[in-house]
Structures are given as C-alpha cells and as structure tokens.
C-alpha cells in the first residue's frame, strides 16, 4: 500500500476511533451476538445475523484504520504552501467558468465541510501535483480532457 499524506489531527482522531473500535467495540458486539445466539434457531434469527454483519463492517473498519496508519505520513497543514501536494487546499477555476472549486488534495480520511477531496492518485491528483498557483494543467476525465487553472493554494 502507499503512503497516505494525514494531518496530526485526523492522524489522532484515527488511532482515537481504532482504539474505540478494538476495545469497547468488540465488547458491545460480542454481547450483542451473544444476546441473539441466545434467542435460539440462528439460521432464522435476524438479530445474530445483523450482529454478524455488523461485527464483519467493524473488523472491516478496523482493518482499513490499521493500513491508513501503518503507512501515514505526517503532514504540516498550518503553513503556507508553495505548491500543491497531498493535505493542500487547491482553488480551481474550470476552462470556460467562472465558479471556483475547492478541493483537498489527500485522503477521504481529511473530509472536511465545504472541501471535497481529491485523491493524489486521481487524474485530477496527479496533474496538480507540484504545480503553483496560476499554473493551468490539463488532465483525462471520463468525459474527456478538462482544463483547470489554480486560482490559490491554502485554506
């Protein structure tokens, strides 16, 4: 897996939610699949089958977490950037319009009100990497090749 670009503050709230997770998590599930075992028949008991299920998206969550974290990179997000790279806000302006577009240039994990996030590897991603503000690039959408010119870098 590749590095992911976090700030400290979603760095903390991950290890905070995984640290959730495996401890009290487990625990609440395990007594909930053991409350539903206890209702008798499990091919036909619904509450042991939604405590499978759920137990399955935790481990699934938990799983994803310990990646995210193993190959975090740490990343400055109160300085000024000079150029875009992963935990950078980039303004847009699309060829042919006057709306601006803001975008965080990293993780899902970063989703912030207001920002979408774009993720380094994307096309989008990969063409504004390392560019300045006032750089136009141009890259592949599905749709075909969009233009973008970088308004401003930063919050």
């Known amino acids: 897996m590749s590095q ?17 997770l495996t401890t009290r998590g487990r625990i609440e599930i395990a007594h909930a699949i053991e ?3 206890a209702l008798g028949d499990l091919k036909e008991n619904g509450d042991y089958h939604a405590a499978k299920d759920a137990q399955g998206k935790m481990e699934a969550r938990i799983r ?6 193993k ?3 740490i990343v400055d997000s109160t300085r000024s ?3 875009v790279e992963p935990g950078v806000v980039v303004h847009l302006k699309y060829e042919g319009e006057d709306d601006v577009y803001s975008f965080l240039v990293g993780s899902i994990e970063e989703k912030r009100d207001g920002v979408d996030v774009v993720s380094p590897t994307s096309p989008l991603g990969k063409a504004l990497l390392d560019q300045r503000s ?22």
């Open 35 to 37: 409350a539903a075992r």
């Open 64 to 69: 994803q977490i310990q990646a995210l974290l």
């Open 4 to 20: 992911t670009s976090l700030s400290q503050e979603t760095y903390e709230r991950l290890q905070a939610e995984l640290q959730d």
């Open 81 to 83: 950037p000079k150029v």
């Open 71 to 73: 190959d975090a990179v």
């Open 134 to 155: 006032g750089a136009t690039v141009e890259y592949e959408a599905p749709g075909g090749k969009l233009r973008v010119e970088i308004v401003r870098l930063g919050d």
